[in-house]
């Protein structure tokens, strides 16, 4: 229950009804190997969660960006609500720290794994909507997801905005090579570096060579800016 205290201080929300979030936060590698009631993990709460957090972030973007069209906002929301932009956000309240997992997955780096952390972020979204509502929802979403929309919109779609100031100004294409890769196969990481015509501008590191081209592609859009 400490831990359970310590988490709900970190997202700023306080649960009436505290097997929400302990749903939430169940893996069901925890849950199997337990042998726990059936459906006592996070699947099911994470596909409403999913859908509270479409919803959330398609109302946002229709009030506070009145001039965009359609096929613009659906661009953005993807962005916003992807699985990197996600765990990201997982990441800022050490979500990974406060999983129920597996032996398994505790020792795969479960913790840590994107699409888990993603998973278990809509998961809570579901807990704190089927708990407050849809207003403690909306402010849940919107201080930890649709925070600083233009800054994460360059992150996340960060190689599509870096080709495009590219293109503009110097009327090339952006190349990536990857320049060195490490670690077991399960596990691997992979640094990836922009070359603008012959020159490196920056590199990034990942656990894809995706992840790594992005973060390279974002460290060469602040240089340039």
Same mark, same amino acid.
């Given at each position: ?11 700023? @929300? ?26 006592? @993990?996070?699947?099911? +709460? $994470?596909?409403?969660? !999913? ?13 506070? @960006?009145?001039?965009? #069209? $359609? ?13 990197? *932009?996600?765990?990201? *956000? ?28 993603? !998973? ?13 509502? +849809? ?14 929309? $233009? ?11 870096? #080709? ?5 100004? @110097? ?9 060195? $890769? ?15 015509? !012959?020159? +490196?501008? *920056? ?12 973060? *390279?592609?974002?460290?060469?859009? #602040?240089?340039?800016?």
């Amino acid at each position: 229950m400490s831990d359970l205290n310590k988490f709900q201080d970190i997202i700023c @929300y306080r649960f009436n009804n505290i097997n929400y979030l302990r749903l939430a936060l169940t893996h069901s590698s925890y849950a199997n190997e337990r042998g726990m009631a059936k459906n006592f @993990y996070n699947e099911r +709460i $994470e596909f409403l969660g !999913d859908a509270v957090l479409e919803f959330i972030s398609s109302d946002f973007l229709y009030r506070n @960006y009145p001039d965009m #069209q $359609e096929g613009n906002m659906t661009k953005l929301r993807a962005n916003l609500v992807c699985e990197e *932009a996600l765990a990201f *956000a997982a990441l800022t309240i050490n979500l990974g720290e406060y999983l129920y997992l597996g032996k398994g997955e505790e020792n795969t780096n479960g913790r840590n794994r994107k699409s888990l952390l993603c !998973d278990a972020f809509e998961a809570v979204i579901g807990a704190i909507y089927l708990d407050g509502g +849809i207003k403690s929802a909306t402010e849940f979403v919107e201080k930890f997801v649709l925070n600083d929309v $233009e800054k994460k919109m360059d992150m996340f779609d960060s190689k599509t905005v870096l #080709q495009e100031i590219v293109q503009a100004r @110097y009327g090339v294409t952006v190349t990536y090579k990857v320049i060195d $890769e490490s670690g077991p196969e399960h596990d691997k990481s992979f640094t990836v570096a922009v070359f603008l015509k !012959d020159k +490196i501008m *920056a590199s990034g590191t990942g656990h894809s060579k995706k992840e790594a081209a992005k973060e *390279a592609a974002y460290k060469t859009i #602040q240089m340039l800016k």
